[in-house]
């Protein structure tokens, strides 16, 4: 569906990909990767460029790209979750620190899989969100545990403000069952290395 937007956005536009390479400073070669079906899935940088380039009176720019990118992160699910239905994750369900865990999870392949860089330059500050800490949340070795870190990473990954609440009230309902240092987050476990069998501590957030 991604390849297909962006063929049609740029025949729509009328331009050759010398063109739209000129408009979106990006290689031709670079762009018809981004357009064929073959390959991975192009950088949403690339996506971006592209249908921005593909804007015109009747199909302004900001339109395309906002499409763009939301066929961009179904893509991108898929080709990180082969056979699984991209659902948008549901905080109101989250009963424990696994479940908050896994849902956050969830949000990060729905956003794309988006780097611990690129997370922390989108949480909105300096400090509040380090792609060190974005990174442990995201392989499920921490977890936010407070408002502001976890409002941060809901953030990042482009979460619909009117989801907030939901999310706030899952964080209080596991604070009130304990720390997370007491629970394994991920979802299998993995196996202890022959020279140290203890458990591993989690870390929280921060």
Same mark, same amino acid.
């Given at each position: 569906?991604?390849?297909?937007?962006?063929?049609?956005?740029?025949?729509?536009?009328?331009?050759?990909?010398? +063109?739209?390479?000129?408009?979106?400073?990006?290689?031709?070669?670079?762009?018809?990767?981004?357009? =064929?079906?073959?390959?991975?899935?192009?950088?949403?940088?690339?996506?971006?460029?592209?249908?921005?380039?593909?804007? =015109?009176?009747?199909?302004?720019? +900001?339109?395309?790209?906002?499409?763009?990118?939301?066929?961009?992160?179904?893509?991108?699910?898929?080709?990180?979750?082969?056979?699984?239905?991209?659902?948008?994750?549901?905080?109101?369900?989250?009963?424990?620190?696994?479940?908050?865990?896994?849902?956050?999870?969830?949000?990060?392949?729905?956003?794309?899989?988006?780097?611990?860089?690129?997370? +922390?330059?989108?949480?909105?500050?300096?400090?509040?969100?380090?792609?060190?800490?974005?990174?442990?949340?995201?392989?499920?070795?921490?977890?936010?545990?407070?408002?502001?870190?976890?409002?941060?990473?809901?953030?990042?990954?482009?979460?619909?403000?009117?989801?907030?609440?939901?999310?706030?009230?899952?964080?209080?309902?596991?604070?009130?069952?304990?720390?997370?240092?007491?629970?394994?987050?991920?979802?299998?476990?993995?196996?202890?290395?022959?020279?140290?069998?203890?458990?591993?501590?989690?870390?929280?957030?921060?």
């Amino acid at each position: 569906m991604l390849a297909a937007h962006l063929r049609q956005a740029r025949g729509a536009c009328g331009l050759t990909y010398d +063109e739209l390479s000129t408009q979106a400073g990006v290689s031709p070669a670079t762009l018809k990767r981004a357009a =064929s079906t073959a390959g991975r899935v192009a950088p949403r940088r690339v996506v971006e460029r592209y249908a921005g380039a593909c804007g =015109s009176p009747g199909r302004p720019a +900001e339109e395309l790209v906002a499409s763009a990118v939301r066929l961009w992160k179904r893509a991108r699910y898929a080709e990180a979750r082969p056979g699984r239905n991209y659902e948008h994750p549901r905080p109101e369900y989250i009963h424990d620190w696994r479940d908050y865990s896994g849902r956050l999870r969830d949000l990060h392949a729905c956003a794309g899989l988006p780097s611990a860089q690129d997370l +922390e330059d989108r949480a909105g500050g300096m400090g509040l969100l380090p792609h060190s800490t974005a990174h442990r949340i995201v392989i499920a070795r921490s977890v936010p545990t407070t408002v502001q870190q976890l409002e941060s990473f809901l953030r990042a990954c482009e979460e619909f403000p009117s989801q907030y609440v939901l999310w706030r009230g899952a964080l209080a309902k596991c604070l009130a069952g304990g720390s997370p240092t007491s629970f394994d987050l991920r979802r299998e476990q993995v196996p202890a290395r022959t020279d140290d069998r203890r458990r591993p501590v989690l870390a929280m957030a921060g």
